[in-house]
């Protein structure tokens, strides 16, 4: 069957594609929307995976939108679908199901999938990653009757679901190989506090220590082999190592690849029809002058809407400033900005307490990122401040007080 | 269920059933109420549920908590007397009636 639906097509029904679909139509967009997603679930916020989903055996998803949304802003969604190819030439895809469907325009929303530990043991039962509900389901229904869990990686997802382990009352792990957590995404202080906030909930950390072997008993996960030659016995492991942006169906079609779907600022790939977004494309940012791909809900949604506005017929660069945030138990870390180049980072402790409550990152006079810790109005200031292109000067970021900030940046 | 009402940004008035127990913010983005995106999902950081309550119920909305004041405070749609951030409050009987205009983002 050669679907005569044109229009937009959407690959994906996470957190860009969903957003994508909201706003064509809130932009007045009248010509045929389709969502389709290999993930079967309803769209569903993928955040709370690793957080308050893991807390109570019985939390709900949360969904995006509303079970009539899709049907009342006339967006036709294919959930438990998988678009198989593109021919770009005919501006056709392929699904699953053998169907066909052309656009006028693509979207490629297709995230990330996890990486898998390649260690000898790496499929045992037991051992599992955490990206989509049916991962989430898998990992919380392990836990009930689970004593010990060993988390492979120290990055957010990893630490988050560290520390919801842990409040479940099991013990819990973490082993990684670098020197300190959180890699490139948070800075030494960040890292630190949160380690201790971690150990301080009976966490173990491991770090600059890497696994050799994943190793069974009666055919499940039993224990992890650190490359020093000790086990660690254990009854489920989670591999939170990263993520591989989704590009298989890009490259297939021949689109540019370099590390994820390489776009334009108008977010369109080397094909004008198609558009990438989210946690698979690589786009042009201005400052640095390369090429960057980032994994957050925000910088998904912001894309979302100006590949929304570009189709709508409004062409439009992709510009905002990336924030992010993560709860490590009862941490709120917040993120605005990319600290990477700074020369300069102002460490603010919270006057009560001493401890650290923002990290300011600077290049020469020029603001690059905030990172903060439980101190959201600051973190709001900051994505203003950054937005604007208004530094503070040294001495007025280290007095520590938002509202003189905030009377500096609006005045 | 209770009656909302919210003024889009486009300035279309829209009545909603929401149902109790959910936050104001899912119940607006259950119906699909234009301009709030509820990036965060309801953990008070992203500010796109922010409204102003234009008509605010007999008995008044719940106090607001600390976070929610301190991200409205700093937030760059500037804080009005009204504001709120919709997925900070839960809908209950009493608030039947209300109607906000939304602000988002
Ligand atoms: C457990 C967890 C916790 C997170 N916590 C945070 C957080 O606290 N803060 C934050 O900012 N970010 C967080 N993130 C990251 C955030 O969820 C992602 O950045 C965001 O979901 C990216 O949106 P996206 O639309 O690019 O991709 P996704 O939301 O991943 O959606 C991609 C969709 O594409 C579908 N798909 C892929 N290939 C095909 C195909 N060929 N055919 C059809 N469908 C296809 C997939 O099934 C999927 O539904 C978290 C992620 C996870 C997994
Ligand atoms: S939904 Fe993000 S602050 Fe309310």
């Given at each position: 069957m050669a679907g005569v639906l044109r229009g937009t097509v959407i690959v994906g029904a996470g957190h860009g594609g969903t957003q994508a679909a909201v706003n064509l139509r809130e932009n007045g967009y009248d010509r045929p929307v389709t969502l389709i997603s290999a993930?079967?679930?309803f769209p569903y916020h993928k955040p709370p995976l690793s957080k308050s989903f893991m807390k109570t055996p019985d939390a709900p998803l949360q969904p995006l939108r509303g079970p009539s949304f899709f049907d009342d802003t006339a967006i036709t969604t294919r959930l438990g679908t998988r678009v198989t190819g593109i021919d770009r030439a005919a501006r056709r895809i392929t699904l699953s199901t053998g169907e066909t469907l052309d656009y006028e325009a693509l979207v490629l929303a297709t995230g990330t999938v996890a990486r898998k530990l390649t260690v000898p043991g790496a499929d045992l039962p037991g051992v599992h990653h955490l990206r989509t509900a049916e991962d989430a389901r898998a990992l919380r229904g392990a836990l009930d009757g689970a004593r010990r869990a060993v988390i492979v990686g120290g990055g957010f997802i990893g630490l988050e679901a560290a520390a919801m382990l842990a409040a479940r009352g099991l013990e819990v792990t973490v082993v990684e190989l670098a020197e300190r957590l959180l890699g490139r995404a948070a800075s030494a202080q960040v890292a630190a506090a949160i380690a201790a906030d971690l150990e301080g909930q009976g966490v173990t950390l491991l770090t600059g220590t890497g696994v050799a072997a994943l190793e069974a008993e009666a055919g499940r996960i039993a224990a992890v082999r650190l490359g020093d030659g000790r086990a660690l016995p254990c009854d489920l492991v989670l591999a939170g190592i990263g993520a591989v942006p989704e590009v298989g169906l890009a490259e297939a079609a021949g689109l540019e690849i370099d590390n994820g779907i390489r776009v334009d600022a108008r977010l369109a790939t080397s094909d004008l029809a198609i558009f990438a977004i989210g946690d698979c494309c690589a786009f042009p940012h201005a400052a640095s002058g390369r090429h960057l791909r980032l994994e957050s809900v925000q910088n998904a949604t912001d894309q979302a809407r100006a590949v929304a506005r570009t189709i709508s017929g409004t062409e439009t660069d992709f510009a905002a400033v990336p924030w992010f945030w993560s709860d490590i138990g009862e941490t709120k870390l917040q993120i605005a900005g990319l600290a990477e180049g700074s020369d300069r980072s102002l460490r603010i402790a919270?006057?009560?307490?001493?401890?650290?409550?923002a990290v300011y990152h600077l290049k020469g006079d020029r603001l690059l990122a905030v990172e903060t810790l439980n101190s959201a109005g600051e973190h709001m200031l900051a994505r203003r401040m950054l937005a604007l292109g208004k530094t503070p000067d040294a001495a007025l970021i280290e007095a520590g007080d938002i509202r003189a900030m905030k009377a500096f940046v609006t005045g | 269920m209770i009656k909302l009402t919210f003024i889009e940004p486009s300035g279309t008035s829209r009545q909603i059933d929401a149902a109790l127990g959910t936050s104001i913010m899912q119940a607006a983005t259950a119906a699909g109420v234009q301009g709030i995106a509820a990036e965060c999902g309801g953990a008070c950081m992203c500010a796109t549920c922010h409204c102003l309550v234009v008509e605010a119920p007999a008995a008044g909305l719940p106090e607001m908590t600390e976070t929610e004041r301190d991200v409205l405070e700093f937030t760059s749609e500037e804080m009005q007397e009204?504001?709120?951030?919709?997925?900070q409050i839960a809908v209950a009987?009493?608030?039947?009636?209300t109607v906000f205009k939304v602000v988002g983002r």
């Amino acid at each position: 069957m050669a679907g005569v639906l044109r229009g937009t097509v959407i690959v994906g029904a996470g957190h860009g594609g969903t957003q994508a679909a909201v706003n064509l139509r809130e932009n007045g967009y009248d010509r045929p929307v389709t969502l389709i997603s290999a993930d079967a679930d309803f769209p569903y916020h993928k955040p709370p995976l690793s957080k308050s989903f893991m807390k109570t055996p019985d939390a709900p998803l949360q969904p995006l939108r509303g079970p009539s949304f899709f049907d009342d802003t006339a967006i036709t969604t294919r959930l438990g679908t998988r678009v198989t190819g593109i021919d770009r030439a005919a501006r056709r895809i392929t699904l699953s199901t053998g169907e066909t469907l052309d656009y006028e325009a693509l979207v490629l929303a297709t995230g990330t999938v996890a990486r898998k530990l390649t260690v000898p043991g790496a499929d045992l039962p037991g051992v599992h990653h955490l990206r989509t509900a049916e991962d989430a389901r898998a990992l919380r229904g392990a836990l009930d009757g689970a004593r010990r869990a060993v988390i492979v990686g120290g990055g957010f997802i990893g630490l988050e679901a560290a520390a919801m382990l842990a409040a479940r009352g099991l013990e819990v792990t973490v082993v990684e190989l670098a020197e300190r957590l959180l890699g490139r995404a948070a800075s030494a202080q960040v890292a630190a506090a949160i380690a201790a906030d971690l150990e301080g909930q009976g966490v173990t950390l491991l770090t600059g220590t890497g696994v050799a072997a994943l190793e069974a008993e009666a055919g499940r996960i039993a224990a992890v082999r650190l490359g020093d030659g000790r086990a660690l016995p254990c009854d489920l492991v989670l591999a939170g190592i990263g993520a591989v942006p989704e590009v298989g169906l890009a490259e297939a079609a021949g689109l540019e690849i370099d590390n994820g779907i390489r776009v334009d600022a108008r977010l369109a790939t080397s094909d004008l029809a198609i558009f990438a977004i989210g946690d698979c494309c690589a786009f042009p940012h201005a400052a640095s002058g390369r090429h960057l791909r980032l994994e957050s809900v925000q910088n998904a949604t912001d894309q979302a809407r100006a590949v929304a506005r570009t189709i709508s017929g409004t062409e439009t660069d992709f510009a905002a400033v990336p924030w992010f945030w993560s709860d490590i138990g009862e941490t709120k870390l917040q993120i605005a900005g990319l600290a990477e180049g700074s020369d300069r980072s102002l460490r603010i402790a919270a006057p009560d307490t001493g401890a650290l409550r923002a990290v300011y990152h600077l290049k020469g006079d020029r603001l690059l990122a905030v990172e903060t810790l439980n101190s959201a109005g600051e973190h709001m200031l900051a994505r203003r401040m950054l937005a604007l292109g208004k530094t503070p000067d040294a001495a007025l970021i280290e007095a520590g007080d938002i509202r003189a900030m905030k009377a500096f940046v609006t005045g | 269920m209770i009656k909302l009402t919210f003024i889009e940004p486009s300035g279309t008035s829209r009545q909603i059933d929401a149902a109790l127990g959910t936050s104001i913010m899912q119940a607006a983005t259950a119906a699909g109420v234009q301009g709030i995106a509820a990036e965060c999902g309801g953990a008070c950081m992203c500010a796109t549920c922010h409204c102003l309550v234009v008509e605010a119920p007999a008995a008044g909305l719940p106090e607001m908590t600390e976070t929610e004041r301190d991200v409205l405070e700093f937030t760059s749609e500037e804080m009005q007397e009204t504001s709120r951030l919709t997925c900070q409050i839960a809908v209950a009987e009493d608030l039947a009636g209300t109607v906000f205009k939304v602000v988002g983002r």
